[in-house]
């Protein structure tokens, strides 16, 4: 399989997806969930996605679609495009499926694929995650990763935008 299959490989419907974790429990593979914007990837989503995938052995990222980002960011944002912030987070080697959410949360996503474990960044509490009621409830684990300081994307654009070329 090349690198370009490889990665198209990992992004994802959902019937595909849900599939592909229904294997992966079959053979006791505890599945890591995580979502986000994801725009204008830094070493701060790295090194977060990373952590995440090490909390099991399969790692799925939802990422919010361009509608949703507007409605959450400002018509401004995002700054890439889905396809291409897919692209990017399938080819990192951690990440086994990519997958796109309209709304504005990942909960019936979550629902769905009924992950072992719900990953959030570090400016939530775990009692404000979206799902984690649902992910207790089915006995999986809820966690809370701290960023790495001094890197987002917010950051970087209002930085770019101060720039005069």
Same mark, same amino acid.
């Given at each position: #399989? ?11 419907? %959902?019937?595909? %997806?849900? @599939? ?14 995580? &979502?986000? $914007?994801?725009? /204008?990837?830094?070493?701060?989503? =790295? ?7 090490? %909390?099991?052995?399969? !790692?799925? *990222?939802? $990422? &919010? ?14 700054? #890439? ?6 692209? =990017? /987070? ?16 990942? !909960?019936?996503?979550?629902?769905? /694929?009924?992950? +072992?474990? =719900?990953?959030?960044?570090? +400016?939530?509490? $775990?009692?404000?995650? *979206?799902?984690?009621?649902?992910? @207790?409830?089915?006995?999986? +684990?809820?966690? $809370? %990763?701290?960023? =790495? ?5 917010? @950051? ?10």
């Amino acid at each position: #399989m090349t690198e370009t299959e490889l990665v198209q490989d990992k992004l994802l419907p %959902l019937v595909e %997806l849900s @599939r592909r974790r229904c294997g992966w429990r079959t053979y006791s593979q505890d599945t890591v969930f995580t &979502n986000g $914007v994801f725009d /204008l990837i830094h070493p701060g989503h =790295l090194t977060y996605l990373a952590e995440a995938a090490a %909390l099991g052995q399969r !790692l799925i *990222v939802g $990422v &919010n679609s361009d509608e949703s980002v507007k409605r959450l960011k400002g018509d401004c944002r995002p700054i #890439m495009p889905l396809a291409a912030r897919m692209q =990017l /987070l399938a080819g990192l080697f951690y990440v086994d499926g990519v997958i796109a959410f309209d709304e504005d949360t990942p !909960l019936e996503l979550i629902k769905s /694929l009924r992950p +072992d474990v =719900l990953v959030k960044g570090g +400016d939530y509490q $775990v009692d404000e995650i *979206v799902g984690a009621k649902e992910v @207790r409830a089915w006995g999986g +684990d809820v966690r $809370v %990763l701290p960023f =790495l300081e001094g890197y987002s994307s917010t @950051r970087i654009i209002e930085r770019m935008q101060g720039i005069s070329i």
